[in-house]
């Protein structure tokens, strides 16, 4: 398997090494907060510079302590704050803390393409400290997801009864590190397959699968991704017409026995799960010279289609589920296309999943737009934070994301510490040690 994730190679270096991180003490804090207040600057500031009274890269500091923290609001990063004064005159050597309108202001002016490239190279940085500390190898191919979100609760104006729709995001989740790499506000959800091929035309593709809903399955974007030297696995429903209608007559009982009983086109996976038993089968289908030549010629390195057969059984009260779904494939192996078909849905349930359970976004209390926007890029960056911060405490303990945010609010001092560790790679690899585990 050539898809090992930072996640999958923490969990193998644990079963053979225990590794510990030293807590960063008030010095060494105050340092590594103040470095990343300097990095902050990089977001551009619209405002009178002489009429201001906080900074911009404060303000952004101060809402990320406090979501980390557990803040879901303004009024919340402002409470935080008035609790924990000590902090926030040694860091920012003020007395008066921002109302919660100045938060909501500043979320509103801050442009979230710069901001959301400044958060992503603090956590890109941040795992390349973790691969060069425990010496892990980089991937040798990377997963890239695209999907959307829809920020329920963002659909209204103040003092009108005018209809607004919800705010959509488009997510490009990188499954190695965790991370959106992009997340970009559409008005519409027909529009992210614009969106996305714009932002997949401007990423180095090289030794990338990228996998999508049917939505997104388009010959401009299947284009994009093979010209820039990446693969796909995409879903195939109605609206590819014929080449769904293809892919249904052909995967019949008879030909998916036929297929099961070749070398390389048959993989199957079993686990229990949400207390049910899931088995899947996955069914790989070479296109022949004439097929790749007539009715998938406008598809570029379609090489295969793919069936996935999952089945659940539920382990109380035995009633069974199946489901089928089809997919088309760039690639030949049919373990990797399997792998990233199941690594796809990480999107659904390690990013959206969390950001609607564990940060209650659809509860989210701004009707300003480009501020929920914001907001999201905070809770997102916070998200993955957290799930680098389980892997490493964890060993081989799960510790939820729910339970993180927790420990952070009920111990703030120690948890950030632990996690400013992890955004400075210089500290980080003074605060790291390793003790190999005895074999038996």
Same mark, same amino acid.
């Given at each position: 398997?050539?898809?090992?994730?930072?996640?999958?190679?923490?969990?193998?270096?644990?079963?053979?090494?225990?590794?510990?991180?030293?807590?960063?003490?008030?010095?060494?804090?105050?340092?590594? /907060?103040?470095?990343?207040?300097?990095? %902050?600057?990089?977001?551009?500031?619209?405002?009178?510079?002489?009429?201001?009274?906080?900074? /911009?890269?404060?303000?952004?500091?101060?809402?990320?302590?406090?979501? !980390?923290?557990?803040?879901?609001?303004?009024?919340?990063?402002?409470?935080?704050?008035?609790?924990?004064?000590? =902090?926030?005159?040694?860091? %920012?050597?003020?007395?008066?803390?921002?109302? *919660?309108?100045?938060?909501?202001?500043? !979320?509103?002016?801050?442009? $979230? #393409?710069?901001?959301?490239?400044?958060?992503?190279?603090? +956590?890109?940085?941040?795992?390349?400290?973790?691969?060069?500390?425990?010496? !892990? $190898?980089?991937?040798?191919?990377?997963?890239?997801?695209? #999907?959307?979100?829809?920020?329920?609760?963002?659909?209204?104006?103040?003092?009108?009864?005018?209809?607004?729709?919800?705010?959509?995001?488009?997510?490009?989740?990188?499954?190695?590190?965790?991370?959106?790499? %992009?997340? &970009?506000?559409?008005?519409?959800?027909?529009?992210?397959?614009?969106?996305?091929?714009?932002?997949?035309?401007?990423?180095? !593709?090289?030794?990338?699968?990228?996998?999508?809903?049917?939505?997104?399955?388009?010959?401009?974007?299947?284009?994009?991704?093979?010209?820039?030297?990446?693969?796909?696995?995409?879903?195939?429903?109605?609206?590819?017409?014929?080449?769904? &209608?293809?892919?249904?007559? +052909?995967?019949?009982?008879?030909? =998916?026995?036929?297929?099961?009983?070749?070398?390389?086109? %048959?993989?199957?996976?079993?686990?229990?799960?949400?207390?049910?038993?899931?088995?899947?089968?996955?069914?790989?289908? $070479?296109?022949?010279?004439?097929?790749?030549?007539?009715?998938?010629?406008?598809?570029?390195?379609?090489?295969? +289609?793919?069936?996935?057969?999952?089945?659940?059984? @539920?382990?109380?009260?035995?009633?069974?589920?199946?489901?089928?779904?089809?997919?088309?494939?760039?690639?030949? #192996?049919?373990?990797?296309?399997?792998?990233?078909?199941?690594? @796809?849905?990480?999107?659904?349930?390690?990013? *959206?999943?969390?950001?609607?359970?564990?940060?209650?976004?659809?509860?989210?209390?701004?009707?300003?737009?480009?501020?929920?926007?914001?907001?999201?890029? /905070?809770?997102?960056?916070?998200?993955?934070?957290?799930?680098?911060?389980?892997?490493?405490?964890?060993?081989?303990?799960?510790?939820?994301?729910?339970?993180?945010?927790?420990?952070?609010?009920?111990?703030?001092?120690?948890?950030?510490?632990?996690?400013?560790? /992890?955004?400075?790679?210089?500290?980080?690899?003074?605060?790291?040690?390793?003790? $190999?585990?005895?074999?038996?």
């Amino acid at each position: 398997m050539e898809f090992e994730t930072l996640k999958i190679q923490i969990e193998e270096f644990q079963s053979s090494s225990t590794m510990t991180m030293r807590v960063a003490g008030n010095e060494t804090r105050i340092r590594i /907060l103040k470095k990343i207040l300097k990095l %902050f600057e990089g977001v551009s500031d619209t405002r009178v510079q002489g009429r201001v009274t906080y900074r /911009l890269n404060e303000i952004i500091l101060m809402l990320f302590l406090a979501t !980390l923290a557990g803040s879901e609001s303004c009024l919340g990063t402002q409470d935080f704050w008035r609790s924990n004064t000590r =902090l926030y005159k040694r860091l %920012f050597n003020k007395d008066a803390v921002p109302s *919660h309108d100045t938060f909501r202001r500043i !979320l509103g002016l801050i442009r $979230p #393409d710069e901001f959301n490239a400044l958060l992503v190279n603090i +956590l890109t940085d941040s795992d390349a400290a973790i691969r060069k500390a425990l010496k !892990l $190898p980089s991937p040798t191919k990377k997963i890239v997801s695209v #999907d959307g979100k829809q920020l329920r609760g963002t659909g209204r104006k103040a003092d009108t009864e005018e209809e607004i729709r919800d705010l959509q995001i488009l997510n490009v989740y990188d499954q190695d590190s965790e991370t959106c790499l %992009f997340s &970009e506000a559409i008005e519409s959800k027909t529009n992210e397959i614009p969106h996305a091929q714009d932002i997949l035309s401007r990423m180095n !593709l090289r030794d990338t699968v990228v996998t999508f809903d049917a939505m997104h399955m388009q010959t401009k974007t299947v284009g994009i991704i093979a010209d820039g030297k990446g693969d796909y696995v995409g879903g195939l429903k109605g609206n590819q017409g014929k080449a769904s &209608e293809f892919a249904k007559a +052909l995967f019949t009982q008879e030909n =998916l026995e036929k297929l099961k009983a070749i070398d390389g086109c %048959f993989h199957m996976t079993s686990e229990i799960s949400h207390n049910q038993l899931e088995q899947r089968s996955f069914y790989l289908y $070479p296109l022949t010279s004439s097929e790749k030549k007539g009715l998938f010629s406008d598809w570029k390195k379609a090489h295969a +289609l793919v069936c996935m057969a999952k089945s659940m059984v @539920h382990n109380i009260t035995g009633k069974r589920t199946d489901e089928v779904r089809y997919y088309l494939t760039s690639l030949k #192996d049919i373990g990797d296309a399997a792998h990233c078909i199941r690594s @796809h849905w990480n999107i659904e349930n390690g990013l *959206h999943w969390n950001l609607d359970t564990v940060f209650h976004e659809d509860s989210m209390a701004l009707s300003d737009r480009n501020a929920a926007h914001n907001q999201d890029l /905070l809770n997102k960056a916070c998200l993955s934070l957290y799930k680098r911060l389980g892997d490493l405490m964890g060993g081989k303990e799960k510790i939820s994301k729910r339970r993180l945010r927790n420990i952070f609010g009920w111990n703030f001092n120690d948890a950030m510490s632990r996690t400013l560790t /992890l955004m400075d790679p210089a500290t980080f690899a003074k605060s790291v040690e390793i003790i $190999p585990k005895k074999s038996k």
